[in-house]
T-cell receptor, first 114, second 115 residues
Framework: GAVVSQHPSWVICKSGTSVKIECRSL??????MFWYRQFPKQSLMLMAT?????????EQGVEKDKFLINHASLTLSTLTVTSAHPEDSSFYIC??????????FGNGTRLTVT | DAKTTQPPSMDCAEGRAANLPCNHS???????VYWYRQIHSQGPQYIIH???NNETNEMASLIITEDRKSSTLILPHATLRDTAVYYC????????????????FGQGTILTVHP
């Protein structure tokens, strides 16, 4: 079964509002989670690395004040898209690192900003 | 992490074996080869990984050349549900294949399985 749960699976929001996406590791603790973004017909692009109890590490070109990441517990990381705009519409995917196991991914969140 | 090269697309008939190649000529000695696939509008799914020996699991087989500069993912009996984008990724792994670090995705191979 799924080991990483992502919620919601899809969301539509109005321009200027904020949207929170949750990523949970099921039955295991994940000290590190990763957030990716994928535009249509493109590959996954890493946005940031989320570490439990510390600040996230963002990839070059990703605005940390726009994409807020909180990894408050060993099983939950959240990504908040603040003041969303239509160009933020994308497929957001999280993944979690599990001991002695390859990286597992959530099923993604389709964000549409109108 | 070493760069990988994959064909952009491949076709396969249902029931036949699908052989997906990947070149990773700059792979280092401590880098593993990972394969993931992404079915439309879903998150990537782990398939298999290996260091230098051939590997097989319930989903696929991974054949790594002796010089480790290339590998082939084999789906022995492809079904329509195997239609997906297949990603070959090379990165440093810990003993046992644990991947704590990030994975960098290339463009992958679009595999289309047809009836």
């Amino acid at each position: 079964g799924a080991v990483v749960s992502q919620h919601p699976s899809w969301v539509i929001c109005k321009s200027g509002t904020s949207v929170k996406i949750e990523c949970r590791s099921l039955d295991f603790q994940a000290t590190t989670m990763f957030w990716y973004r994928q535009f249509p017909k493109q590959s996954l692009m890493l946005m940031a690395t989320s570490n439990e109890g510390s600040k996230a590490t963002y990839e070059q070109g990703v605005e940390k004040d726009k994409f807020l990441i909180n990894h408050a517990s060993l099983t939950l990381s959240t990504l908040t898209v603040t003041s969303a705009h239509p160009e933020d519409s994308s497929f957001y995917i999280c993944s979690a690192a599990r001991v002695n196991s390859p990286l597992h991914f959530g099923n993604g969140t389709r964000l549409t900003v109108t | 992490d070493a760069k990988t090269t994959q064909p952009p697309s491949m076709d396969c008939a249902e029931g036949r074996a699908a052989n997906l190649p990947c070149n990773h000529s700059t792979i280092s000695g401590n880098e593993y080869v990972y394969w993931y696939r992404q079915i439309h509008s879903q998150g990537p799914q782990y398939i298999i990984h290996g260091l230098k020996n051939n590997e097989t699991n319930e989903m696929a087989s991974l054949i790594i050349t002796e010089d480790r500069k290339s590998s082939t993912l084999i789906l022995p009996h492809a079904t329509l549900r195997d239609t997906a984008v297949y990603y070959c990724i090379v990165r440093v792994g810990l003993a046992g294949g644990t991947s704590y670090g990030k994975l960098t995705f290339g463009q992958g191979t679009i595999l289309t399985v047809h009836p």
